[in-house]
């Protein structure tokens, strides 16, 4: 049996969206999630499970430099959430080796953008919701 002792690490992780390598990016989470409801009938025990809708959300998380960059390379004027819809390529790419796993965030866009910035920051890390249509393992 063969044991892997090698996990992927935040020096994996490559994005890439609008034609952009993200290099000011700090965090990325995506899920999809699907309503599901169990189905009763004769009885008090559950016969089946009821599939509803499936949603795909998220949040990018990037440096203001970067998002300033993005918004500007868009041609949006100030608000990010103008530009059409886009995918997110996120890519576990182990630099020893190791199994490449990329996920593609299809038809992604942006619900809020929040700049803050607080006394004796040496940076601003901007969270950026998003919503998309699909996510698919390439």
């Known amino acids: 049996m063969v044991i892997n002792t090698q996990e992927y690490g935040w020096s994996d992780v490559e994005i890439v ?5 993200i290099t000011g990016a700090r965090g990325v989470k995506f899920k999809s999630a699907q309503e599901k409801e169990l189905i009763h009938a004769s009885g008090n025990e559950p016969v089946g499970i009821g599939r509803g809708n ?7 998380i990037l440096l203001q430099s970067e998002l300033e960059a993005l918004t500007n390379a868009a041609g949006t004027g100030n608000d990010i ?11 576990y790419a182990p630099k020893t080796g190791g199994v490449l796993s990329t996920y593609i ?6 619900t809020e953008v929040e700049r803050a910035m607080n006394q004796g920051d040496k940076f601003a890390e901007i969270t950026l919701p998003f919503v998309a249509l699909g996510i698919e393992k390439a």
């Open 17 to 21: 969206m609008l034609g952009k390598k």
């Open 105 to 110: 965030i299809k038809f992604a866009e942006f």
């Open 54 to 60: 499936k949603t795909y959300e998220g949040e990018l």
């Open 81 to 91: 959430m103008d530009i059409p819809a886009f995918n997110i390529v996120v890519s």
